[in-house]
Structures are given as structure tokens and as C-alpha cells.
């Protein structure tokens, strides 16, 4: 076993537990006004460089542009990044209010990231995936914020730029690369000149304008040439001298704990703690097919529960009646406070949407002002399927299942966190950087939390195993995640061996354990999941016992959903008065 050879930097020198008086500088930054210049000032040139997160927030001056990835251009934002980031370092924290040190290592948490993303793990010279999906349109046609034509015309724009891309993509990327990497890259490459020249075009189908239109299918047939290019040249120059050096060792990984989530405990810890919570929802998902049916095999109990689902009719009228349901319940039970009556609608996927997989979750950016609505998409079944691909699709959406599925991304899960954060006093800062760790551990730990509160079955023990199973069968997925990803990033765990983990404790086939594991190659953040929601049971426990007979459950969610989208370890300073457990965070 690889020993952890990184000796990490407290996360209260990075980014300070308590203000700090900067060392003699009269350059020093001071102040709350002075902050918000700096903080300003970044986010300007962040946006600028990243228009299409700008549209996503909701900040529609950036329509229409895309990053320049030239190589100029990325050293000259990695010289900013670095300019930033030494000026917060010099930083006078002691002359901040409370409120501005908190967006302060907000900011700087941020920055760093991006750094240690630059310099460490070289997205742009090591991950083709960074360039295979650049020329992004989607959320053209995915929301309404401007008249069709105005949002034909910046998807004009930007498919201009789309030879030029792939042009400096080629530029950039190392001679020799990581294979899943390119593999991957290679599929969403594919992925995306299918969507410019089919679902996009059908999304644009009803569009009167001619001229214009003729100008978008000459862009765009630019735009899918040059794409579909980068693949072949994925294909054709980088497949063959691929490598399997995508392990980013232990010293990166122990970087992206600290910077992403303040986490100082070393990878070993943490799988410790992710092997003992396996072990433990195991025997939980046992138990539980073992009051379903105690003469079957958990696994083949498992599989007979996803057998019970709806028929394709009745997919998204029985998903709509559920999530009200599930709403009502959190009202009933006083679990958490509902900000608005403003319900998710639930429709089905669009068709240029269909390929990112069976649901999803698709809220307005918090500056939005004008296309507010909230999506809760399901994929129903394609009418040209087989009757064998309809059932195996079917068997995704199990009553149980489902209703796991509707509390993440919904109720009380991602919707109720959007309503929380654009209710809240949240400021900028708080509503452009978000932890991973608290928007996804969030969701994950309200599917365990509404199954502890008897969600759904109203007492029938049969049925409350049923529901207990599949959030279960969740909970392995992510757990066996958390594992995986240290056990390849910093154990060297290959592909065919990180399968076979996730087929032995998940009890899945080949298949999707196989994109799981590939999945984790390049997505070593995925034991986050798991991470934000263990963070958030104990800080749950530690609050209630502070509390005492003034806790509620209630009282808590809504403390967690009312400061941003901060680390778990920050919002631990704010909720519990003994500083002695703020660094506890599992």
C-alpha cells in the first residue's frame, strides 16, 4: 500500500479559522470595501473568461462568446489567477467583518481550485474532455430568456468559433495522453456533432426566420465538420499512443480534499471511513430483502423490487403525483421550510437532452430573470424500442426507486436547495462558488433522511423495507464510488479491478460498473457524494445535542440551506458555538 507522502498545509493557514492581521505591507488589502473591489474585480475577469458559466448563472451580456483556449490566452488567465491570488494572500482578515471573511475563503478556496486545475492537473494539456464538448449550445434552446431568433444568432456566434477550438485544442494537448481520457473524449466529441446536427436542428425546427436560418445551417455544418475532426484526430493520433497514467497520486488528491472541500484527513483515513460505512449500508440493504423475502438472496430481492414499476404511459403522471406527495410530506412532518409555492414542473426529457441519462434536474441560474422555470426531466421510453429495451428501461423507474430519484433532485434535494439559496441573503460570492460536497451531499443525505422519517409506507414494514432497499442500492453506488476513486487515484487500482469492486458490493453487471469505473479515471471527485453527506450526518448530530430540547429537524435543514453553498467544514463554524468540533467534520 502506497504510503501518503504529502505533508498537508492546515486548511486554517490556507485559508484562516480566524482573521489574521497581515505582516507589514502597505500594499496589504484592508477592509470590507477594499475585498469587495478585489472580489469584484475577479469575478469580472472570471466570467469574461468563462462566458458560457456567465449565461448558465444568468448573466446574458455573455451570450454568444465562447473561452478563447488559446495557448496565449490560458497563460495569460493562469498569470491572473496567480496575481489574485497573491493578493488575497496578502490580505488583512482582521479588518474584516464577519460576513466578508466568509466570502473571503470562499474566494480563496475558489481560486485556488482553478489553480491547482491549471497547474496541477493540466486540463487543458492533459484532457482532450476539456475541448470535446466546447462548443456547448444547449442552453440556447433549453431555456427562454431571450426571443428564439436573438438565441439562434449567439448559437451563430459561437459555432463561428468552433474550427478555431478545435484547432487550439489540438495545439494544446500533450503528445501523449491518459486512454479512458481519450476514449472519453472521443464519445463526447461524437456525442456533441450528433446533438449540432440533429437534436438541435429538430429544436430549431419551428424557427420562420429563413435568412437567419440559412446562416445557422452553414455555421453549423462548419461547426460539426470541426468537431467530428477532433475526434477522428482523437482517433487516429492519440488513441494508438495512449497511456494508463490517469492516477493523479496521492499529493493531487490530497490537494483537491483541502482546496475543494478544506478537508485535512489523508485519502487512507478516508477510505478507512468509506470501507467501515460499506460494510455497514450492506448490512443494512440485507436486512432490508430480508423482510421483503427471507428465502431469496438479497441481490436477486433487489432485482425482483425492479420489477415494479410503472407502465410507459403512466411514467410521468405517476412521477408527478409522487413528488407532490413527497412535498406534502415534508410539510406534514416539518422537515424544512419551503421558501416559495412555486412547484418544479415535471416533463419529459427533451429529445436533445435524452442522451444524459433516465432524470435530471434543471434550475435557472440565480441570476435568471427572465426563463425561471424549474425542470424535473425524466426520459420516458422511446415507442421504437423493443419490448426487452422498454422493460429494461422501465426497471430504472421502480415506484421506490423513483421516489429516491424525485427526493434528490426535488424534494427535500436540489429544487429545495435552489428555493433555499435564492430566498437566502446569499451574496454573489456565495451564489457563484458552491462546494461539491454540500450541493450532492445534500441530495444524497435527504434520500437516508426521508427513508429514517417513514417516508411512503405509512407504517407497512414490507413496504418501508422496499423503500429502505433502494436507497440503499443508491448509498452502495456512492459509497463504492468513494472507495474506487482512492483506491485508483492514489493505490493504483486499474479499470478491470476498480469493475470488479463496484460489481461485488454494488451487485450490478459488468456494464454499468465498468462506466463507473472508467467514470472515476477521470472524475476522482465523485467520492464527494458520499463525503458531503457523512459530513452532514454528523454535523446533524453534533447540532442536535448543542441544541438539546430546542432542536428540530426543521430548525436544522434550514440552517444548512441558509448560507450559500458553502464547505461543510465553514458552515460547522456557523451552527456550533464549540469551536473544539469545528475541524470534525466526519
Known amino acids: 500500500m502506497k504510503k501518503i507522502s504529502l505533508l498537508i498545509i492546515p486548511f486554517c493557514i490556507l485559508v484562516?479559522?480566524?482573521?489574521?492581521?497581515?505582516?507589514?505591507?502597505?500594499?496589504?488589502?484592508?477592509?470590507?470595501?477594499?475585498?469587495?473591489?478585489?472580489?469584484?474585480?475577479?469575478?469580472?475577469g472570471y466570467l469574461a473568461w468563462r462566458?458560457?458559466?456567465?449565461?448558465?448563472?444568468?448573466?446574458?451580456?455573455?451570450?454568444?462568446?465562447?473561452?478563447?483556449?488559446?495557448?496565449a490566452s490560458i497563460e495569460k488567465e493562469l498569470a491572473r489567477l496567480k496575481e489574485f491570488d497573491t493578493k488575497l494572500d496578502s490580505a488583512?482578515?482582521?479588518?474584516?467583518?464577519?460576513?466578508?471573511?466568509?466570502?473571503?475563503?470562499?474566494?480563496?478556496?475558489?481560486?485556488?481550485?482553478?489553480?491547482?486545475?491549471?497547474?496541477?492537473?493540466?486540463?487543458?494539456?492533459?484532457?482532450?474532455?476539456?475541448?470535446?464538448?466546447?462548443?456547448?449550445?444547449?442552453?440556447?434552446?433549453?431555456r427562454n430568456f431571450a426571443p428564439i431568433a436573438d438565441r439562434v444568432k449567439s448559437i451563430i456566434a459561437i459555432e463561428k468559433q468552433a474550427p478555431k477550438m478545435m484547432a487550439d485544442a489540438k495545439l494544446n494537448l500533450n503528445d501523449t495522453l491518459a486512454k479512458p481520457y481519450v476514449e472519453t473524449a472521443i464519445q463526447i466529441?461524437?456525442?456533441?456533432?450528433?446533438?449540432?446536427?440533429?437534436?438541435?436542428?429538430?429544436?430549431?425546427?419551428?424557427?420562420?426566420?429563413?435568412?437567419?436560418?440559412?446562416?445557422?445551417?452553414?455555421?453549423?455544418?462548419?461547426?460539426?465538420?470541426?468537431?467530428?475532426?477532433?475526434?477522428?484526430?482523437?482517433?487516429?493520433?492519440?488513441?494508438?499512443?495512449?497511456?494508463?497514467?490517469?492516477?493523479?497520486?496521492?499529493?493531487?488528491?490530497?490537494?483537491?480534499?483541502?482546496?475543494?472541500?478544506?478537508?485535512?484527513?489523508?485519502?487512507?483515513?478516508?477510505?478507512?471511513?468509506?470501507l467501515a460505512q460499506l460494510k455497514k449500508e450492506q448490512d443494512s440493504f440485507n436486512a432490508a430483502a430480508k423482510v421483503i423475502n427471507p428465502n431469496k438472496k438479497p441481490v436477486d430481492v433487489y432485482h425482483d423490487l425492479q420489477k415494479d414499476?410503472?407502465?410507459?404511459?403512466?411514467?410521468?403522471?405517476?412521477?408527478?403525483?409522487?413528488?407532490?406527495?413527497?412535498?406534502?410530506?415534508?410539510?406534514?412532518?416539518?422537515?424544512?421550510?419551503?421558501?416559495?409555492?412555486?412547484?418544479?414542473?415535471?416533463?419529459?426529457?427533451?429529445?436533445?437532452?435524452?442522451?444524459?441519462?433516465?432524470?435530471?434536474?434543471?434550475?435557472?441560474?440565480?441570476?435568471?430573470?427572465?426563463?425561471?422555470?424549474?425542470?424535473?426531466?425524466?426520459?420516458?421510453?422511446?415507442?421504437?424500442?423493443?419490448?426487452?429495451?422498454?422493460?429494461?428501461?422501465?426497471?430504472?423507474?421502480?415506484?421506490?426507486?423513483?421516489?429516491?430519484?424525485?427526493?434528490?433532485?426535488?424534494?427535500?434535494?436540489?429544487?429545495?436547495?435552489?428555493?433555499?439559496?435564492?430566498?437566502?441573503s446569499a451574496t454573489k460570492i456565495e451564489k457563484i462558488f458552491g462546494s461539491y460536497a454540500f450541493v450532492e451531499g445534500w441530495a444524497h443525505y435527504c434520500e437516508k433522511m426521508m427513508a429514517d422519517e417513514g417516508y411512503g409506507h405509512n407504517g407497512d414494514p414490507v413496504k418501508a423495507a422496499k423503500y429502505?432497499?433502494?436507497?440503499?442500492g443508491d448509498a452502495l453506488l456512492r459509497l463504492c464510488r468513494l472507495c474506487v476513486s482512492i483506491k485508483t487515484h492514489t493505490q493504483g487500482m486499474n479499470v478491470d479491478d476498480a469493475t470488479k469492486f463496484f460489481m461485488n458490493n454494488w451487485y450490478q453487471g459488468d456494464k454499468p460498473s465498468r462506466q463507473e469505473a472508467l467514470r472515476g479515471t477521470f472524475d476522482p471527485g465523485y467520492l464527494f457524494y458520499t463525503i458531503g453527506k457523512l459530513e452532514i450526518l454528523k454535523l446533524r448530530d453534533d447540532y442536535q445535542k448543542q441544541e438539546g430540547t430546542n432542536y428540530s429537524l426543521k430548525k436544522f435543514h434550514d440552517a444548512v440551506l441558509d448560507h450559500g453553498m458553502p464547505q461543510i467544514g465553514m458552515l460547522r463554524e456557523i451552527m456550533l458555538k464549540d469551536k473544539s468540533t469545528w475541524g470534525d467534520v466526519l
Open 16 to 44: 484562516g479559522c480566524k482573521p489574521k492581521p497581515a505582516a507589514n505591507n502597505s500594499d496589504a488589502l484592508s477592509g470590507d470595501a477594499a475585498f469587495q473591489k478585489i472580489a469584484d474585480d475577479y469575478l469580472d
Open 51 to 71: 462566458p458560457a458559466n456567465g449565461v448558465a448563472l444568468g448573466y446574458h451580456q455573455y451570450d454568444g462568446k465562447v473561452t478563447d483556449i488559446s495557448k
Open 468 to 472: 429502505r432497499l433502494a436507497q440503499s
Open 189 to 274: 466529441a461524437e456525442g456533441s456533432a450528433a446533438f449540432l446536427g440533429g437534436d438541435l436542428k429538430v429544436a430549431l425546427k419551428d424557427v420562420k426566420n429563413d435568412t437567419l436560418m440559412k446562416s445557422f445551417n452553414k455555421v453549423n455544418a462548419a461547426a460539426i465538420a470541426a468537431v467530428n475532426d477532433f475526434a477522428a484526430y482523437l482517433k487516429k493520433v492519440k488513441l494508438p499512443k495512449a497511456n494508463n497514467k490517469y492516477a493523479i497520486g496521492t499529493a493531487n488528491y490530497q490537494k483537491m480534499l483541502l482546496y475543494s472541500e478544506g478537508i485535512k484527513l489523508t485519502p487512507d483515513k478516508i477510505l478507512e471511513i468509506g
Open 92 to 142: 488583512d482578515t482582521a479588518s474584516f467583518s464577519p460576513k466578508t471573511f466568509y466570502d473571503y475563503r470562499i474566494l480563496r478556496s475558489a481560486i485556488k481550485q482553478e489553480l491547482w486545475t491549471f497547474e496541477d492537473l493540466g486540463t487543458y494539456t492533459k484532457n482532450p474532455m476539456t475541448y470535446a464538448g466546447a462548443v456547448d449550445v444547449s442552453i440556447y434552446v433549453k
Open 309 to 424: 414499476h410503472p407502465t410507459a404511459e403512466s411514467l410521468i403522471p405517476d412521477a408527478k403525483k409522487n413528488l407532490e406527495q413527497i412535498r406534502q410530506f415534508l410539510i406534514d412532518k416539518n422537515i424544512v421550510t419551503m421558501p416559495s409555492q412555486v412547484r418544479v414542473k415535471v416533463e419529459e426529457t427533451p429529445q436533445y437532452a435524452r442522451a444524459t441519462g433516465t432524470a435530471s434536474m434543471d434550475t435557472p441560474g440565480p441570476f435568471e430573470t427572465t426563463a425561471t422555470e424549474a425542470y424535473y426531466y425524466i426520459t420516458p421510453v422511446d415507442p421504437k424500442w423493443t419490448a426487452q429495451q422498454k422493460e429494461d428501461w422501465l426497471k430504472q423507474f421502480d415506484y421506490y426507486t423513483t421516489d429516491n430519484v424525485t427526493i434528490h433532485e426535488a424534494y427535500p434535494g436540489h429544487y429545495t436547495q435552489f428555493l433555499h439559496l435564492n430566498a437566502s
